[in-house]
């Protein structure tokens, strides 16, 4: 009767463990405010859905704003503290999000706190090279303008979640989301 008190003790220190280890080494579900996803969303600025005027309710007033040319079409770059969040927005009214960047692991919304950026599988901005080939296998980096894209996922209305790195094997320096290109 005691053997089979601790084999059933052991047991259940077994499962434990397993369910532990599973936790602690699996990607934490990604927080839907705080993902990026290509062709759809940076975070709570969803595509053709947010206006400028709510982006600079959530992030207070922008650094910068200026009209500038994307592909084919005029539209209004917005940036917020040192170009750590860059969306643009459409040239007219009500002025639309339609596509974004971020530079910074963390930044501030005044209505959703601390948002911590990231994909759905959980790679962030600072992380590791290594991380990013292991989250994301078989994605190969474009050299582009002094830098390298990492095209990691296409949705079907033509948007992309793109990765940055300074260097072919970089850290993440930023996400961007949205088409990538706009004609």
Same mark, same amino acid.
């Given at each position: 009767?005691?053997?089979?008190?601790?084999?059933?003790? $052991?047991?259940?220190?077994?499962?434990?463990?397993?369910?532990?280890?599973?936790?602690?080494?699996?990607?934490? *579900?990604?927080?839907?405010?705080?993902?990026?996803? +290509?062709?759809?969303?940076?975070?709570?600025?969803?595509?053709?859905?947010?206006?400028?005027?709510?982006?600079?309710? %959530?992030?207070?007033? *922008?650094?910068?704003?200026?009209?500038?040319?994307?592909?084919?079409?005029?539209?209004?770059?917005?940036?917020?503290?040192?170009?750590?969040?860059?969306?643009?927005?459409?040239?007219?009214?009500? /002025?639309?999000?339609?596509?974004?960047?971020?530079?910074?692991?963390?930044?501030?919304?005044?209505? /959703?706190?601390?948002?911590?950026?990231?994909?759905?599988?959980?790679?962030?901005? +600072?992380? +590791?090279?290594?991380?990013?080939?292991?989250?994301?296998?078989?994605?190969? *980096?474009?050299?582009?303008?002094? /830098?390298?894209? %990492?095209?990691?996922?296409?949705?079907?209305?033509?948007?992309?979640?793109?990765?940055? $790195?300074?260097?072919?094997? +970089?850290?993440?320096?930023?996400?961007?989301?949205?088409?990538?290109?706009?004609?």
């Amino acid at each position: 009767m005691i053997h089979s008190v601790s084999s059933g003790k $052991t047991r259940h220190a077994v499962v434990v463990a397993l369910v532990v280890t599973t936790l602690l080494t699996s990607p934490a *579900p990604a927080h839907k405010l705080d993902t990026a996803v +290509g062709g759809k969303r940076l975070g709570p600025v969803r595509f053709n859905q947010t206006t400028l005027r709510k982006a600079k309710a %959530w992030f207070t007033a *922008p650094s910068q704003r200026k009209t500038v040319q994307l592909g084919c079409i005029k539209a209004v770059k917005v940036t917020w503290r040192a170009r750590e969040l860059v969306v643009y927005f459409t040239k007219s009214k009500p /002025h639309l999000a339609i596509e974004g960047s971020i530079s910074k692991r963390a930044i501030k919304s005044r209505r /959703h706190g601390t948002l911590r950026m990231h994909t759905r599988l959980g790679l962030n901005i +600072g992380d +590791g090279n290594r991380r990013l080939r292991r989250l994301y296998p078989g994605k190969s *980096p474009s050299r582009h303008a002094n /830098h390298y894209d %990492w095209f990691l996922a296409a949705s079907p209305n033509g948007g992309r979640l793109v990765v940055l $790195t300074r260097t072919r094997r +970089g850290p993440v320096a930023a996400l961007f989301a949205g088409p990538y290109e706009t004609c």
